[in-house]
């Protein structure tokens, strides 16, 4: 049952991959959204609920092969859970009808094309609207979210890894030359496609690093930092794969400008910073997050050290990759977008165990 007030139509293009799906269970209990548009060129007329069993009595919608013209003309706001160099020549077609658009993947995160075409391999294919496109961190970037036509929702390295060193470099607090962010990523982070790498008995009891020379994280998480530092940032970035299903956690450190700054100033600078964020917790001092303690919510939980007193400043963040690390950061962005409260759709708390 849908509450009162306007009903939004959304489309999702890439409805089978793992961000896509998770679009659909978040949004199937959300009052004021229909989805009425579910895109798939493999499952093309396969009804959602027999590929998705865990959806059965939700929707009442089959696969169709993407399709700009009949997503234009049925849908409000679209999201593009589809890997990079899809939305970027579908979109165009899409925000001239009118059509708002979260896109999940990277095509429009970067704001520079020749650093995108660097890190992706390939020209971007509509370098006119990268200007035009948010940066979908709503912590950083709400008021601009608002109004936007085309959102580019975060990585989930750059969400974990970004609000765990926001209020540091927004108070100029850390030398923003020497950062660094050790994270590990659920297996879910590489997507649903077959790959060898991704196997049960290749990623099960194993944990490694990889992309330690250059990840194409790095760019957007610096960019990101050097928009809240007003300044040029370095980050040593290294992700690891963790032997999970979902789950991101990021240790991230940073050398303090001010070694006279105790650990309780920062924890108050952090609470108060982060008080009227709903999906942003910051945990008492002397805790360690655990990424179960985010599975399946929209939420960002920090917390805070000091090791040995040192001028080192260590954040641990943890987030579910698939939720605030795509697709419940794409419904809070989709929620502003829209004018509905923030949290509308995105307040379950996590599944534990
Ligand atoms: N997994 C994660 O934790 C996160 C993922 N992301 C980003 O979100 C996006 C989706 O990721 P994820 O769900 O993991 O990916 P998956 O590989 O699991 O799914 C990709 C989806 O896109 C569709 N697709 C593939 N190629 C095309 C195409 N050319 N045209 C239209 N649809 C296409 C596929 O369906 P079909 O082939 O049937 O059309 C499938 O539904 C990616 O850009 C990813 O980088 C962002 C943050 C975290
Ligand atoms: C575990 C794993 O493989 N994770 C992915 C990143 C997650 C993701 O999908 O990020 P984008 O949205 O930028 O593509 C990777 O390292 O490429």
Request: net charge negative; proline share 7%; hydrophobic share 45%.
């Amino acid at each position: 049952m849908k509450a009162t007030g306007q009903t939004f139509r959304v489309g999702i293009v890439g409805g089978t991959g793992y961000t896509g799906v998770e679009l659909l269970r978040l949004l199937a209990s959300h009052p004021r959204v229909t989805v009425s548009v579910i895109t798939s060129r493999t499952e093309a007329g396969q009804p959602v609920s027999d590929l998705f069993p865990n959806l059965r009595g939700h929707y009442d919608l089959a696969f169709t092969d993407p399709d700009p013209a009949t997503l234009a003309a049925q849908c409000d706001l679209v999201f593009f859970a589809t890997p990079h160099n899809v939305a970027m020549r579908m979109m165009p077609e899409l925000l001239a009808a009118g059509v708002r658009v979260v896109d999940l993947s990277a095509d429009f995160r970067l704001t520079d094309a020749e650093l995108w075409s660097r890190w992706y391999g390939e020209p971007h294919a509509c370098p006119e609207l990268l200007a035009e496109a948010v940066y979908g961190l709503p912590e950083m970037n709400r008021a601009k979210i608002r109004d936007a036509r085309l959102v580019a929702n975060p990585g989930c390295y750059p969400t974990a890894v970004q609000l765990g060193f926001l209020p540091l470099l927004e108070q100029s607090l850390v030398d923003v030359q020497r950062l660094n962010a050790f994270a590990a990523s659920g297996v879910s982070g590489a997507g649903r496609q077959a790959r060898i790498p991704n196997l049960l008995t290749e990623a099960g009891d194993n944990f490694k690093a990889y992309g330690a020379s250059g990840h194409r994280h790095l760019p957007e998480i610096e960019q990101g930092l050097g928009w809240l530092a007003s300044d040029p940032v370095r980050l040593t970035f290294v992700p690891h794969l963790a032997p999970m299903i979902r789950g991101m956690q990021a240790t991230l450190t940073a050398e303090l400008v001010d070694p006279t700054l105790s650990l309780e100033d920062l924890q108050t600078l952090f609470e108060d910073r982060f008080a009227s964020e709903p999906f942003v917790d910051v945990l008492p001092l002397g805790s360690h997050p655990e990424t179960r303690s985010v599975r399946g919510a929209n939420v960002c939980r920090l917390s805070l050290h000091r090791p040995q007193g040192r001028d080192v400043v260590l954040v641990l963040s943890v987030i579910d990759n698939l939720v605030k690390g795509a697709s419940g950061q794409a419904v809070q962005n989709m929620n502003i977008m829209l004018d509905l409260p923030e949290t509308m759709g995105l307040d379950a708390p996590a599944l534990l165990p």
